[in-house]
Structure formats: structure tokens, C-alpha cells
């Protein structure tokens, strides 16, 4: 969903918010809200405020428990490191580590899920014949496979049945 919930954002600038119009003329009213305006814009020596309530109920508990051992990092970090420099190697932590477990599936999808003539479905990986140019060991290209039962055997003549 969108961050206005589809409804168009309005800004509190107002009128004064480019320099041109501020040059063209502003009422007292006009100075008085900017004036208020810009103090309104200095936030306290507190600020942000971190309610922990807050977070709590807005993260719900399956997303608080994958996110633990890494919020466990971050804590550990902040102190050393600050909270902006802790939260960047959290986060890339977070994501590294997403994309070793998606590379790591990958590959068990693919070493143990074959498509050979044991099983119908699975991915069929063809290796294509090796480029040889004249001039090279091996050309010209001889083929491996002698006789039709060769070609689409899908490994059944190497299987050790």
C-alpha cells in the first residue's frame, strides 16, 4: 500500500517554500508560520525516541524470530561501532547471508534433482560440443557418441545396474 494510503500528499510548506515566492512578498502572517515553521523543523537533544512497546507490537513474532540473531549482532556491534555503521553490517549481513542459502539451493536443486532416465521431471542440463579451432589439439572435433544408443540416453548406459 501506498505511504498516503492513496491520497494525494500535502505539503506544510505552503506558498513560502521557494525562495522566489518568499522574494515576491510575505504577509506578517506569513512570517510569523515560517518562523514557527522552521523552529518546528529542530528536533530535541532526545530525539528520535525509541519505544520499544511501540516496536514490539508492529513487528509481528515469526518476523522478531528470524530477525533475532541478527538483531543479537547488532547490539553486540553498536557500542564498538556506532548504530548507523552496526546497522550497515546488519543489513549486509542479512542479505549476504540470503543469498548464500539461495545459491546454496540452487545447487542441491541441481546435483540431486537431475533430469536422467530414472525420473521425468528435474532440469535437463545439456553441455554443448567444445569450440575447436583449427590449429588446436583435437580438431577436428570428433564426437564421443558412435552409435544412435548413444544420443539421448539420459545416463542409462553408465548406470551401474
Known amino acids: 500500500m ?3 494510503a492513496g491520497v ?3 505539503t506544510i510548506v505552503g506558498r513560502v517554500a521557494s525562495e522566489r515566492e518568499r522574494c515576491l512578498g510575505m504577509t506578517d502572517a506569513e512570517r510569523a508560520w515560517r518562523k514557527q515553521w522552521l523552529q518546528d523543523q529542530i528536533l530535541a537533544s532526545n530525539e528520535p525516541v525509541h519505544v520499544e512497546e511501540y516496536w514490539r507490537e508492529r513487528i ?3 518476523r522478531r ?3 533475532k540473531p541478527l ?5 553486540a556491534l553498536t557500542p564498538a561501532l556506532g548504530a548507523q555503521r552496526a546497522a550497515d553490517y546488519r543489513y549486509i549481513t542479512g542479505k549476504l547471508g540470503f543469498m548464500a542459502f539461495g545459491i546454496l539451493a ?3 536443486y541441481f546435483k540431486y534433482n537431475a533430469n536422467d532416465w530414472t525420473r521425468k521431471g528435474g532440469w535437463r542440463v545439456i553441455r554443448s560440443k567444445p569450440m575447436v579451432l583449427p590449429g588446436q589439439p583435437g580438431f577436428p572435433f570428433k564426437s564421443d557418441r558412435h552409435e544412435p544408443a548413444d ?3 539420459r545416463g542409462f548406459k553408465s548406470s551401474p545396474i
Not at 71 to 75: F, G, K, L, P, T
Open 106 to 108: 540452487i545447487h542441491y
Open 8 to 10: 494525494k500528499p500535502m
Open 60 to 62: 509481528n513474532p515469526i
Open 65 to 67: 524470530l528470524y530477525r
Open 2 to 4: 501506498a505511504q498516503t
Open 151 to 153: 544420443y539421448a540416453s
Open 71 to 75: 538483531d543479537v549482532i547488532y547490539n
